[in-house]
């Protein structure tokens, strides 16, 4: 009997240590799903309505929205887009991809932020006058524009002239009214302007009243593989300072 008992007790000691042993390590949940909550939490809760395609030129700024900023994108067609479709958006961007008539003035009067990338737009929206814009291409294609503005944040801490492409390529400008905001220009042609942006409450060249923040910027479709890491940490000061509330 003493040699069964203590037989027993052998037993129950090993699996005693046996599950101890399987205790001490947690299981990994590094591939299990993440829920809904942690997913927003780790897009910071913003999201971004990108007017455009998904693929080429495109699918590189989508790229940047998510990896770079952390932000949920929701592509929409130029065809398909409303204005209805943007409410709940922290950001709408305009692709230059999209047929500009498509588009015309339908974020003007809401409170979402916009960066437009479309220069025909901007006599639509009030940013300028009407055919108050064009690009730079063929014999005239640049990659340098001039800050104007090294003070604001859309300058992101940048100066004098900036290559934002490595090689020359398609730029778009515009004429703004005179409350806008100019951050840069093409190179000594201070009336060219390559980014520039109406805080809200400011006025537009139409004499309405700014909805929400807008920001033009130059950069054309093709060219996105084209820009320089100063280029980029233009348009990462674009997407922050749109999004920001005073």
Not at 15 to 42: E, G, M, R
Not at 74 to 86: G, I, L
Not at 189 to 209: C, L, P
């Amino acid at each position: 009997m003493k040699m069964v008992h203590a037989a027993i007790m052998a037993c129950m000691v090993v699996t005693l240590s046996a599950c101890s042993s399987a205790t001490s390590h947690p299981v990994s949940v590094s591939n299990q799903p993440v829920s809904s909550a942690a997913a927003k939490t780790q897009n910071n809760g913003k999201s971004v309505l990108f007017v455009g395609q998904e693929g080429g030129g495109d699918g590189i700024v989508i790229k940047r929205f998510k990896e770079k900023h952390g932000i949920n994108v929701t592509v929409v067609s130029d065809k398909e887009v409303t204005t209805e479709k943007a409410n709940g958006f922290s950001l709408i961007f305009v692709s230059e991809s999209v047929n500009s008539g498509k588009i015309k003035n339908k974020f003007v009067t809401i409170p979402v932020p916009v960066i437009y990338d479309e220069p025909q737009i901007s006599g639509d929206t009030g940013m300028t006058d009407v055919d108050m814009n064009g690009q730079l291409e063929g014999n005239n294609a640049v990659k340098t524009i001039q800050i104007r503005n090294n003070q604001h944040a859309l300058a992101a801490g940048l100066q004098n002239n900036v290559d934002v492409y490595r090689d020359n390529g398609k730029m778009s400008w515009a004429t703004p009214g005179k409350d806008a905001i100019v951050i840069a220009t093409v190179p000594n042609d201070e009336m060219k302007a390559t980014i520039f942006a109406y805080d809200k409450g400011m006025t537009n060249v139409k004499g309405q009243t700014v909805a929400a923040r807008e920001v033009f910027f130059y950069m054309m479709t093709g060219e996105e593989i084209n820009q320089t890491e100063d280029g980029w940490k233009l348009f990462d000061a674009a997407v922050r300072w749109a999004q920001e509330t005073k």
